[in-house]
């Protein structure tokens, strides 16, 4: 990798990553958040950079590096709002950011105010859109998409399953649960998953080494 980083090799890709977790929006002051850092995305973006990839970054939390385009957005449809106009020109798409599978119904123009009266609130939730699956969808043959899968069980099981209904030519599965892996913290556990072909484990390691060895990985293939 040091030579291929030296010869810049994803000089003229068009890279987009998706990082951190998706804001849902219920009133002015609330929103409905999950773990998510950022951190997984961001360093698939700043290895893409180094190599020489013409990056954009569509994150929801401050990206604390530059060097490449960054918009920042909070919520999943904000996220597909932007994926829309930018994946016909782009070459290479890894959706590492946390989309939140539900939005609420109606988001408040005001403060919710409490109610003395009533001890429990509800917020009723409806289902985002599948980013990954739908842009996936629009992919030619030569645009790549990566996708990631969150599991705390059956992990290859379950990843597989992503990667056959969302039309990714990649999977990376992590285990959540496991110490290590997965929600902010700066390293991850990943198994890497293509179709028709055997699953590559990789042991456990810096979030920036899972970024290079994913960006080899490509280069390579
Ligand atoms: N994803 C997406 N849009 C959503 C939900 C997920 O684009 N509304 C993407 C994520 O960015 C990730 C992949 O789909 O790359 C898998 O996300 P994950 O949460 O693991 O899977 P889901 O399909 O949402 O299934 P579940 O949460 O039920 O396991
Ligand atoms: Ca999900």
């Known amino acids: 990798l040091q030579e291929q980083f030296a010869e810049k090799k994803l000089k003229g890709v068009k890279?987009?990553?998706?990082a951190g977790g998706t804001k849902e929006v219920i009133d002015p002051v609330r929103f409905i958040g999950n773990r998510s850092s950022g951190k997984m995305g961001f360093a698939m973006a700043k290895i893409a950079r180094d190599l020489g990839a013409e990056v954009t970054l569509i994150t929801t939390v401050a990206a604390p590096f530059g060097g490449m385009n960054i918009i920042q957005i909070q919520t999943a449809d904000e996220m597909m709002k932007q994926l829309k106009d930018i994946f016909p020109t782009?070459?290479?798409?890894?959706?590492?950011?946390?989309?939140?599978?539900f939005k609420p119904v109606h988001v408040a123009d005001q403060k919710i105010k409490k109610n003395d009266d009533e001890d429990i609130f509800t917020i009723k939730l409806t289902k985002n859109?599948?980013?990954?699956?739908a842009i996936a969808a629009t992919k030619t043959k030569h645009q790549f998409v990566v996708g990631f899968a969150a599991e705390t069980q059956n992990?290859?099981?379950n990843a597989e399953k992503k990667l056959s209904k969302k039309n990714a030519d990649v999977i990376l599965a992590n285990n959540v649960a496991q110490v290590g892996a997965g929600f902010n913290v700066d390293t991850n556990k990943v198994t890497l998953l293509q179709k028709g072909q055997k699953?590559?484990?990789w042991p456990l390691m810096s979030k920036?080494?899972?970024a290079r060895k994913f960006w080899k990985f490509y280069l390579d293939k």
Not at 15 to 18: D, E, Q, R, S, Y
Not at 90 to 101: H, S
């Open 208 to 210: 920036e080494d899972v």
């Open 129 to 133: 859109p599948d980013i990954l699956q």
């Open 199 to 201: 699953p590559l484990v």
């Open 155 to 157: 992990l290859l099981e």
């Open 90 to 101: 782009t070459d290479v798409l890894i959706m590492a950011a946390a989309v939140a599978d």
């Open 15 to 18: 890279v987009v990553v998706t």
